[in-house]
């Protein structure tokens, strides 16, 4: 357009050589459009220059085909060192003032960055994402006819400043590679975004108060100057200044808009990126719901929590899943525990509701976390307290079962030992009662042959004693008296047997000394009764080996099992099922059958023919103060003390077999060493 206008005093004005060439198209408003497109097209390519510029630099440092340095970006996205840069060439470009040239050089640039765009992908055109190389080789050529002809057009000194200005671009690059300045390297720029900015002006809004009445106040001055220009000016130029001044009112406007609007949106865009972030990343389920209660959105989370994929949810309600909630979400409590069913499972979720109010419509945000494990570790813990104050009672029962039968123990080693000194003294001086008497009848024998015919005073005195009598049964009454002691002397050593205080530590014992004692202990249950037979005893014991135990603790476990097989028995005997006369039935027993076996363990078996225990009892047989007898009778731990010492003590077993109607056996089995263990 400008080769159109023929008046040679224009030389290079731009603008009126544009106005000259324009004036047979436009008439009278070629001077003001003109000056609106010149204005115009400076404004936009500014503003491209500004966005492209800097992208470009950012794409070849990621290529590395320049400095790293200008593939920084800013918290914000901001290039700001290919920014930097291209501001510089900018201020040059300003500085030079020519704009034919600046035009000339400018276009020359941007052809032969497209030229070499052509070039890199004919050379790269083995390459599968390079697509018809042909072509871009036709278009390489065609640019190189239409440089030459239009570089020598505008002139070979614009022509050969437009080729050197991508060279100059990469000398402006090799001063930055070399030069040892902290901005010209990519970690200083780092370095510099990962630490937290310091804010000087904590108030932004009246940073951008003040900023907008300084672009204001500029506007405001550069409108003065044009006025001032429009007074020294001809009336005819004056439109145009008109429109200059109208643009540039117009982009400072723009600039004010982008300054006021521009951090609020940018604040908007990362919140909208945190909540999103959020609602992708978190682990709780997060479901969006209208006021019906129907799913809008859900985070992926919720897939773990319903089995199903996000965008399947949506479109359904909630109470589709969790059936507890009612339809309308107004009405749902703000925090509620609801279960829920997942392959065949039950969860149970924690729901947080809360409500968020829009314009036009209503909203929910319902936040779903599994507190399955939570609820399970505190069942746990309510159970593990209750078996702690089970187990704190049963020891506190047992410490005073132990102290009942420590206290027994002491008792019966007590009396032992006071009957022990004065019957070992009966019992020791019976032998020569026995000699005494023997010499005095004697005596008396040879008196009675030597002198047949005594006085009457004798012979009256030995009728009134009945002396042949007396000679004939004394020494049966020492006799009966000396069974007497002995009798009492095996009573006190099996109370000393059952006390074992000597004995508190685990030592070889003879077990059947044990039962033995135990059973002299319980004789007297052992014996008739009015119009009840007796309970009968059979010991069937093996060859055994002295056994290594806790002799004390071992004979309260025969105490316990020998007691209940006569409370067992004594039952039948009072319910009539062992009368005087019956002959249906076999005579009460208690069978104890004892063995070793090969792998070295002490079999001992307590059996009664009583009337059995059914299965239900005998599941609870060994918890402690589990019992069948009237209150009063029985504490029931004695069974459960007898496990526990037989079990842990003897690291042993015991055993219950028992039906209805065939009896009880109880069944011992522990170790013959137990240091072998």
């Known amino acids: 357009m400008m080769r159109l206008a023929t008046d040679s005093s224009l030389k290079d004005n731009a603008f009126l050589n544009l106005v000259a060439a324009s004036q047979p198209f436009w008439g009278k408003s070629a001077a003001i459009s003109v000056s609106f497109l010149l204005v115009a097209a400076s404004l936009l390519g500014s503003a491209t220059v500004v966005s492209n510029c800097p992208r470009i630099l950012y794409q070849l440092a990621l290529d590395k085909h320049i400095s790293s340095v200008f593939s920084v970006v800013s918290r914000r996205g901001v290039f700001v060192p290919a920014l930097t840069l291209t501001l510089v060439l900018c201020l040059i470009y300003l500085i030079w003032g020519d704009v034919a040239r600046i035009v000339a050089i400018g276009n020359v640039g941007w ?12 050379l790269r055109r083995d390459r599968p ?43 402006i690059d090799a001063v930055i590679r070399r030069v040892n300045f902290p901005p010209f390297h990519a970690n200083w720029w780092m370095r510099r975004y990962k630490s937290r900015p310091v804010v000087f002006i904590k108030d932004s809004v009246v940073l951008q108060v003040s ?42 406007g723009v600039a004010i808009a982008c300054w006021t609007s521009l951090p609020q949106v940018v604040a908007i865009a990362e919140a909208r990126e945190a909540a999103e972030h959020l609602f992708t990343v978190a682990q709780d389920g997060i479901l969006v719901v209208n006021d019906q209660g129907i799913i809008q959105q859900a985070n992926p989370a919720t897939e773990s929590f319903f089995g199903i994929k996000p965008s399947e949810l949506q479109g359904n309600h909630l109470n589709k899943w969790l059936p507890a909630l009612v ?26 509701i809360s409500d968020r109010p829009h314009q036009d419509f209503q909203e929910y945000v319902v936040i779903l976390h ?66 005494y008497i023997q010499d005095l009848l004697g005596l008396l024998q040879l008196y009675q042959q030597n002198y047949p015919n005594p006085v009457t005073e004798i012979q009256e005195e030995t009728e009134a004693i009945d002396l042949d009598f007396l000679m004939a049964d004394l020494p049966n009454l020492l006799a009966s008296m000396k069974v007497g002691a002995e009798r009492i002397t095996e009573i006190v050593l099996s109370l000393r047997n059952f006390s074992r205080l000597d004995e508190a530590e685990m030592k070889a014992v003879n077990i059947h000394e044990g039962i033995d004692s135990t059973l002299l202990i319980l ?12 309970i009968e005893v059979i010991k069937e014991y093996g060859d055994l080996p002295l056994v290594e135990c806790y002799a004390g603790q071992l ?24 009368g005087v006369g019956e002959k249906v039935l076999p005579a009460p027993q208690i069978r104890i059958y004892t063995k070793l076996t090969s ?42 003390i007898s496990y526990q010492i037989i079990t842990q003590k003897h690291r042993g077993t015991l055993q219950c077999i028992s039906a209805p109607g065939q009896g009880t056996e109880f069944v011992i089995v522990i170790p013959l060493n137990q240091q072998a263990i």
């Open 523 to 534: 004789e007297h249950r052992l014996k008739p009764k009015s119009n009840y037979l007796p």
């Open 327 to 352: 339809y309308y979400p107004e009405e749902w409590t703000k925090r509620s525990e609801q279960t829920l069913l997942h392959n065949g499972k039950n969860k149970i979720l924690e729901i947080s």
């Open 211 to 252: 900023i907008l009445i300084f672009l204001l106040c500029s506007a405001v001055g550069v409108g003065w100057l044009f006025g001032v220009k429009f007074n020294k000016v001809a009336t005819a130029g004056g439109e145009n200044l008109f429109v200059v001044l109208l643009m540039t009112v117009a982009f400072v």
């Open 599 to 640: 792998e070295n363990q002490v079999v001992i078996r307590i059996a009664d023919n009583g009337t059995g225990i059914p299965e239900k009892v005998q599941e609870h047989l060994f918890e402690p103060f589990f019992t069948t007898k009237p209150v009063g009778k029985g504490t029931g731990l004695g069974l459960s």
């Open 111 to 122: 052809f032969v960055s497209f030229m070499l765009l052509h070039l890199g992908l004919w």
């Open 370 to 435: 599994d507190i399955t494990q939570r609820k399970q570790a505190e069942q746990i813990l309510r159970y593990s307290e209750a078996q702690l104050r089970q187990e704190a009672k049963q020891l506190a029962s047992q410490l005073v079962q132990s102290e009942k039968m420590s206290s027994l123990g002491q008792l019966v080693a007590g009396v032992a030992h006071e009957i022990n000194n004065p019957v070992n003294f009966i019992y020791g001086n019976i032998n020569y009662a026995n000699q």
């Open 129 to 171: 994402e390079v697509l018809f190389p042909r072509i871009s080789l036709a278009i390489l050529l065609l640019e190189v006819v239409v440089l030459v002809v239009g570089g020598l057009a505008w002139g070979w000194l614009n022509l050969l400043i437009g080729l050197l200005f991508p060279i100059g671009v990469m000398g």
């Open 555 to 578: 004979n309260q476990v025969f105490m316990n099992l020998l007691a209940n097989a006569i409370d067992a028995l004594e039952e039948g005997l009072g319910n009539g099922e062992w």
